[in-house]
T-cell receptor
Framework: AQTVTQSQPEMSVQEAETVTLSCTYDTSESDYYLFWYKQPPSRQMILVIRQEAYKQQNATENRFSVNFQKAAKSFSLKISDSQLGDAAMYFCAYRRRTGNQFYFGTGTSLTVIP | ETGVTQTPRHLVMGMTNKKSLKCEQHLGHNAMYWYKQSAKKPLELMFVYNFKEQTENNSVPSRFSPECPNSSHLFLHLHTLQPEDSALYLC??????????????FGSGTRLTVV
């Protein structure tokens, strides 16, 4: 069974600094997708970034980038130049190449300190 | 304005009540999902609809009954719930289930409290 583990329940970062959120997953598949979602207090989950497992290049979206280590089954999220609006719960998610189900981690609560 | 709209935003119901949660999307997506979010637990997939057909029921108790009249609307009918059913219920949609690197578009959820 696929599982997603986020070992950091809470993290904090100074405004304008960089923070890295960790995620590991367990799978026997070779092709799959990985995602990071952000859930602010408004509760709506927002897609931050996605990675296709067959692509070696790490995905980047503006201040957000990932470090995808396929052999280690690790998928960390780096937030650069942190802003107050980045404060939220962040969820890592896995999805097989075919199939309906996303597997989510338990989330990391990020606090941004002014 | 989110592409996926859920109503009501908050719901308090007694264990003998019957209520319904509503989800609506106008993104042209063909797949819709119900998830349960409880504190300190991973999101739990409840139901999947693909082109209006239910394709997955993740061993959800029968006191939860989904309905998908068309690709834009999804309901979750609730009856004789238990206090442990209190949670945030999230609706999501995607272009299609089972293919492509599609992420979900989520609604803002319904915070359900069973008393």
């Amino acid at each position: 069974a696929q599982t997603v583990t986020q070992s950091q329940p809470e993290m904090s970062v100074q405004e304008a600094e960089t923070v890295t959120l960790s995620c590991t997953y367990d799978t026997s598949e070779s092709d799959y997708y990985l995602f990071w979602y952000k859930q602010p207090p408004s509760r709506q989950m927002i897609l931050v970034i996605r990675q296709e497992a067959y692509k070696q290049q790490n995905a980047t979206e503006n201040r957000f980038s990932v470090n995808f280590q396929k052999a280690a089954k690790s998928f960390s999220l780096k937030i650069s130049d942190s802003q107050l609006g980045d404060a939220a719960m962040y969820f890592c998610a896995y999805r097989r190449r075919t199939g309906n189900q996303f597997y989510f981690g338990t989330g990391t609560s990020l606090t941004v300190i002014p | 304005e989110t592409g996926v709209t859920q109503t009501p935003r908050h719901l308090v119901m007694g264990m003998t009540n019957k209520k319904s949660l509503k989800c609506e999307q106008h993104l042209g997506h063909n797949a819709m999902y119900w998830y349960k979010q409880s504190a300190k637990k991973p999101l739990e997939l409840m139901f999947v609809y693909n082109f209006k057909e239910q394709t997955e029921n993740n061993s959800v108790p029968s006191r939860f009954s989904p309905e998908c009249p068309n690709s834009s609307h999804l309901f979750l009918h609730l009856h004789t719930l238990q206090p442990e059913d209190s949670a945030l219920y999230l609706c999501a949609s995607s272009q299609e289930a089972s293919s492509g690197p599609y992420g979900y578009t989520f609604g803002s959820g319904t915070r359900l409290t069973v008393v």
